[in-house]
């Protein structure tokens, strides 16, 4: 079925800048330098002033982007990251890969995000990082996180990969922490064509270890001072990517205008996503709440509406994590929010013709449903935590 209204729609961004792009990939190609070159330098410079910050190094992923931020900041094996179970799992997936272990947090119930406030009785000896997810494109609380670190000598290390260009009291994320980690999977508010990823830091002690962590621990050509991998930003990615950085603050700008709609056409029947206090959205996802989640996607996708939930069953209940020991009921918010989201279409290059019909839809369900209403101003939501907390 043609979907009159996508997910998502990457040819649009193409279609957009072809010009810049076309031109980017031709330069590249032509040059015959594929990796470790001068399009990946201007970007890694264009990107650190983009985000404020004194270095950035490119690498193959967002998920290798968190590992290399953990190894740099020198966890290993044997060694505990805490981190919420509500993301996508390459952010647990990074946390393994250096050897240690995920202590999972629960979540805010209004910004989705790491709460704050239950961090410190999860840190023990072993804990050697905080990870905190600015997810769907909202910062965490840094400022109570880096005080936190600072008085347990943990470091702070963002996981930015749905949050390119928004901020928190004016700084940018990946900016405030020890490290920043991006991913610019295409469909991110920076997206290559292809994989990719980034680290930001302000320490050159730490910027002089990823160069090296993220090519085979070389300080120079075949001479290894560090048990590295190999993680590049590739040219052309790279290339990609600095034709499109100067439309970023233009495409946030225009998700912001399309979450407006949304929030203001629909706020009355579901749960819309709320701004935290000094923080700047830039709408990588626009997520609802509901009562029925399930059937309002199944009637949004007969009606020709593409819609995702970010995401259905948390890290900790994933079969992959169950040796950790997490049981139901542990994480009692986010358990009772992945049942209920659900991620309406959010891209720049979405007409407000699109939207509309978008919340027609939303609402027509709704109104057919009134069991499926969950109003915030009510005090169901708090109710509904409450309860589901009570139950195990």
Known sequence: MDLKVPFGDMKLRYEAIRS?????????????????????????????????????????????????????????????VIVVAHTAVPTISAISMTGAEPVFVDIDPTSYVIDASKIEAKITAKTKAIVPVHLYGQMADMETLLKLGKQKGIPVIEDVAQATGADYKLKQAGSMGEFGAFSFYPSKNLGAFGDGGAVSTNSQAGYEKLLKLRNYGQSKRYYHDEIGINSRLDEIQAAILSAQLPYVKQWNKRRREIAKLYTEGLNDLVITPAESAGSSHVYHLYVIQNNDRDGLQKYLNEKGIGTLIHYPVPAHMQKAYTYRGYKPGDLPVTELITKRILSLPMFPELTDEQVGLVIKEVRNYHLMNPAAQLQPESAVYPTAVTNIMASF
Do not use: N, W
């Not at 983009?50 to 998920?63: D, H, I, N, Q």
């Not at 982007?65 to 290993?76: F, R």
């Open 20 to 80: 810049e792009i076309d031109e980017a990939v031709q330069r590249v190609l032509s040059s015959g330098y594929f990796i470790l070159g001068p399009e990946l330098d201007q970007f890694e410079k264009g990107f650190a002033e983009f985000l404020g910050v004194k270095y950035v190094v490119g690498c193959a992923s967002g998920t290798e982007a968190i590992y290399l931020a953990l190894a740099a900041a020198g966890v290993g094996q044997g060694d505990e």
